[in-house]
Structures are given as C-alpha cells and as structure tokens.
Nanobody
Framework: QVQLVESGGGLVQPGGSLRLSCAAS????????MGWYRQPPGKQRELVAT???????NYADSVKGRFTISRDNAKKTVYLQMNYLKSEDMAVYYC?????????????WGQGTQVTVSS
C-alpha cells in the first residue's frame, strides 16, 4: 500500500513563500506522475504542478514563474516551492501520485495541507 505524507502548509502573508513536501512510502513499481493539486474554497480541485514522464513538468498558468516543483527520487519525495504567494493561492494542497504496478495504474492522494494567504 502506497501512502503519501504532506507537510509544509500554513499561514503566510501575500508576497511570502512556503515550501510543501510530500513523501511517498510503500512498494512502487513505476511512477507515472507525481505532483500537486489544490482545491480553493468552494471550487473544484485543480492541477498546480506535476512531473510527468521523465523529468517533464507541467504547471498551471496561474503559478508559472512563481512556483517550482522538484523531487528527490531517492527519498521518493516531491516538493513545491511557492513564492510570491497571492490570496488566490489559498487552498488545500494535495499531493498526487500515479503509479503502475506492473498491471494497472493507481492514483494516490495525500491528506491535504492548508495554505492560507492573508495579511
């Protein structure tokens, strides 16, 4: 069973920075994609940034130039460095991991971490 543990959320002022971490544990045959989604209050969950095949990355237009996704393969950990945070970035951030077990693909989600942007 794969588990994801997130950390790093909190309260930050507009223009500030936060770094989220997501560590995966368990047996993983192959990672298809790993990254971050968010769900603002009253809205649907949306993609923030992900690693897809190889080292390819995909960012939401709203975070390009401000957020950076990175990873440590040895630690099975993905990070999200968020700079110049805005009020519209306030959301619950979820780590996502899509893996292949040799037969099927599986989607896993972290528990979510709250990011609050407020003065």
């Amino acid at each position: 069973q794969v588990q994801l543990v997130e950390s790093g959320g909190g309260l930050v002022q507009p223009g500030g920075s936060l770094r989220l971490s997501c560590a995966a544990s368990g047996s993983i045959f192959r990672i298809n994609a790993m990254g971050w989604y968010r769900q603002p209050p009253g809205k649907q969950r949306e993609l923030v940034a992900t690693f897809t095949s190889g080292d390819n990355t995909n960012y939401a237009d709203s975070v390009k130039g401000r957020f950076t996704i990175s990873r440590d393969n040895a630690k099975k950990t993905v990070y999200l460095q968020m700079n110049y945070l805005k009020s519209e970035d306030m959301a619950v951030y979820y780590c996502n991991l899509n893996v292949y077990d040799g037969k099927y693909n599986h989607d896993y989600w972290g528990q979510g971490t709250q990011v609050t942007v407020s003065s």
